[in-house]
């Protein structure tokens, strides 16, 4: 499914550049998006996805680290995060949402605990999207990332809150979706 | 007998217990009752469930300790519970300590699915429900989660290993439940050529090269342009995505894949390579090229030849300063796109207090010189820094290398000449600060329009356009452009041309910056070249944002 496979891009570009900016985490990064919940009702497809600590242990729990060494990365990763929260909305028609809809996030992120690290372009033939990225930094420690990314007809909002290892990073590279790009590590 | 019997009792108790217990505390239980009670849905017989649960009693297999699942099939049953209402049924049946973990709603498939889950630790429980028009499927399934895991990692019952006979049948394609079913819709089947010899990724009618997105039709420019044909932007710049013109196509946009890119990570650059008479200077690679970042030196990760194609907005300034030279600007322009190659894509606008976009992006030069040739004069003040900014925003949308932008002005926003009664939407130190950002190549080309305005407006006009002339070489030398100057008529067309000839000197380039603060500060880019009868020119920097 289309909204499916952008959301979970979505979600692991989020993971990575969450890795890119430093290890180790600090206050919590978690946003409140409930105030989206009313899109469901005119949206033609909605995901919801809410993944928290308990989940995210289950999840490690089914990755091994002996089957391959993305998988180790992955399991990694998981095992760091305290939370991925997901809100995708895709409309028949533009206009569907309003920017009241994307200030109820980026006024969280307005907080000078949050700042934007990259603009991301996700591209479908002819079709333009802005992609915002904002990380949580706490005493140089990175605790949390957000992802606003508003279309013409879908709106998608991810928060993860934890970290990872930065040095497992690279190994996702190429897998699970994510387009292989040169990427360079902050030491 | 008599213990049997005792046995058999105690054992029915704690069935019935369990059952009881389940049927009191589990969203299950509740969903089930709902669909029942208040829908009067009917639960379909599913084979050996019961046995099944009655097993999984005394045996756990991969740690699964209950399974209870429940079918509903009502083709009425969609249009009873469908919407906010089935919602309802089933938050309020897990509230507790059951938390969501999916809620996947499509109202194209009429498809509505929930992923519950609670507990922690030794044992844990999912609730799934589905519901579609025809069926309804409530399943619950409490398992412990280490066992499940190791189960997982490797399967195996009664002794026997289960992984290698899932991998042969991974492996037989011909077998059931293959990988075809199993892949996911980011890779891309090849689809048998003679099955479908029309659907290719490429345009058969144009020799195998990519099919383009349709564009938007033609406008044609009339008298009044805000009413009649321009595409008229008020220079606002930041257009939020819904309100663009929605020109793709429906299919295109539903169906095609996505691509994504991390721009932010490559620092662009466009890098003139001229000799020293000015002429580009061909055949250079990589390797005659060094790229420093605040003097430290970096790998250049793209590549582009000065042979490649330009995306390039020609900008016209026809406020009324310009506006008396309106035929010779023309004029100019058309024979600038003459001299440019025919795979370089052009879009030409103009402003005014307005931004006017006579053509969009196209290779079609013959329309192009139709559309410059229709213009009328527009007359009124001149927004310079929002039609920058404006521009900015169409070169954004036209490709990711080997942009220009080319404009034809005096460089006097009104802002310059009348701050209070011209308040600009975008500063000039905005504009830069953007400019400098994107990897567009901006040549001004200065018609210098000082003396008529003078004569107009007396020598208060003098500060005006000697601080003009300031923010047009810093715009060019900011993006590693250049300032051409036209001070009498005949100039300009030789100005063209100059920007002609410099726009295939450029090379392009990119690199990942070795180290990334996003401090907002400014960090210097110099580019070197290892020949000696060559001289380049690129933007000199970024702000690490």
């Known amino acids: ?97 309003s920017d009241q809809d994307v200030n109820s996030v980026l006024s969280q992120l307005k907080d000078p605990a949050w700042s934007r690290v990259v603009g991301v372009t996700c591209k479908r033939k002819g079709e333009k999207e802005n992609i915002q990225v904002f990380i949580m930094t706490n005493n140089d420690q990175v605790a949390g990332l957000a992802a606003v990314a508003a279309g013409e007809k879908d709106l998608t909002v991810i928060n993860i809150v934890g970290v990872i290892d930065v040095e497992k990073l690279s190994a996702l590279c190429g897998s699970f979706g994510i387009p292989k790009f040169d990427l360079q590590i902050d030491k | 007998m008599k213990t049997k019997a005792v046995a058999a009792l105690l054992l029915g108790v704690s069935l019935f217990a369990g059952v009881a217990v389940a049927k009191q505390s589990d969203p299950y239980s509740r969903v089930i009752q709902q669909l029942e009670n208040q829908y009067h849905a009917k639960k379909k017989h599913i084979p050996f469930l019961g046995l099944g649960n009655f097993v999984l009693k005394f045996w756990h297999p991969a ?9 509903f099939e009502n083709p009425e049953l969609y249009g009873q519970v469908h919407g906010e209402r089935f919602d309802s049924v089933v938050e309020s049946a897990a509230a507790g300590s059951w938390r969501p973990v999916v809620r996947e709603f499509s109202r194209r498939s009429n498809q509505w699915v929930y992923v519950y889950y609670t507990g922690e630790g030794k044992d844990m429980k999912i609730l799934v429900v589905s519901l579609d028009p025809s069926n309804a499927v409530v399943a619950q399934v409490k398992f412990q989660p280490a066992k499940l895991a190791e189960f997982a990692q490797n399967p195996s019952m009664f002794g026997h290993s289960l992984a290698n006979d899932l991998r042969n049948q991974a492996e037989n394609p011909g077998s059931p439940g293959d990988l075809v079913e199993a892949r996911t819709s980011d890779q891309h089947p090849e689809g048998p050529a003679d099955d479908a010899p029309g659907v290719t990724a490429t345009d058969a009618t144009d020799g195998g090269t990519p099919a383009v997105a349709p564009r938007e039709a ?35 946009a539903s169906g095609a894949e996505k691509s994504i890119k991390l721009e932010a990570r490559l620092i662009n650059l466009n890098v003139s390579a001229v000799n020293h008479s000015g002429i580009a200077a061909p055949n250079l690679t990589k390797e005659n090229f060094s790229v420093f970042e605040d003097g430290v030196k970096q790998n250049i990760s793209f590549f582009e030849t ?10 016209l300034d026809l406020s ?63 927004a310079y820094y929002d039609a920058m900014w404006t521009a900015m925003n169409l070169l954004d949308k036209a490709g990711d290398s080997r942009k220009a932008l080319v404009v034809l002005t005096d460089g006097v926003d009104e802002h310059l000449l009348d701050p209070k009664d011209h308040p600009s939407k975008h500063s000039y130190e905005q504009m830069l600060s953007r400019i400098s950002e994107d990897d567009v190549t901006v040549y001004p080309i200065y018609l210098d329009t000082e003396w008529y305005e003078v004569k107009r407006s007396g ?49 392009s380039m990119a690199y990942a910056p070795k180290e990334l603060h996003s401090d907002g500060r400014w960090h210097d880019v110099h580019v070197k070249i290892d020949r000696t009868d060559v001289v380049v020119r690129a933007r000199r920097g970024f702000y690490d944002k």
């Open chain 2, 63 to 71: 740690g699964v300790e209950a399974v209870q699942v429940s079918l």
């Open chain 2, 459 to 507: 020598n208060g006009a003098h500060e005006a356009y000697a601080a003009a002339r300031t923010q047009l070489y810093a715009v060019a030398d900011e993006t590693g452009g250049t300032v051409l100057k036209a001070v009498d008529d005949a100039d300009l067309d030789g100005a063209y041309q100059k920007v002609a000839a410099e726009l295939h000197s450029l090379y």
């Open chain 2, 320 to 382: 009324g300063s310009t506006s008396k030279k309106i035929k010779l600007i023309k004029k100019a322009a058309s024979r600038f796109v003459d001299s440019l190659l025919p795979a370089d894509r052009i879009a030409v606008a103009a402003f005014t207090r307005r931004f006017y976009q006579i053509s969009d992006f196209t290779t079609d030069h013959a329309l192009l010189k139709e559309r410059i040739d229709r213009t009328k004069n527009l007359e009124g003040g001149t």
């Open chain 1, 1 to 97: 499914m289309n909204l499916h496979r952008k959301a979970l891009r979505l979600a692991l570009i989020g993971v990575l550049l969450l890795a890119q900016a430093a290890p180790s985490f600090g206050q919590d990064a978690k946003l409140k998006i409930e105030s989206l919940a009313h899109l469901q009702e005119k949206a033609s497809q909605t995901i919801d996805v809410t993944l928290d600590k308990g989940m995210l242990n289950l999840a490690a729990k089914f990755l091994s680290e002996k089957r391959s060494v993305n998988e180790a990365a992955v399991k990694d990763i998981v095992s760091g995060l305290k939370g991925v929260y997901v809100r995708s909305y895709e409309f028949d028609s533009p206009g569907e949402y």
């Open chain 2, 218 to 252: 033609p406008v044609l420019h009339r008298e009044d342009p805000r009413a009649l044909g321009y595409r008229e932007d008020p220079a606002s710049g930041d257009a939020r995505p819904s309100d663009r013109s929605s020109n793709t196509s429906s299919n295109t």
């Open chain 2, 306 to 315: 000065n042979q490649a194609p330009v995306n390039l907005m020609l900008l």
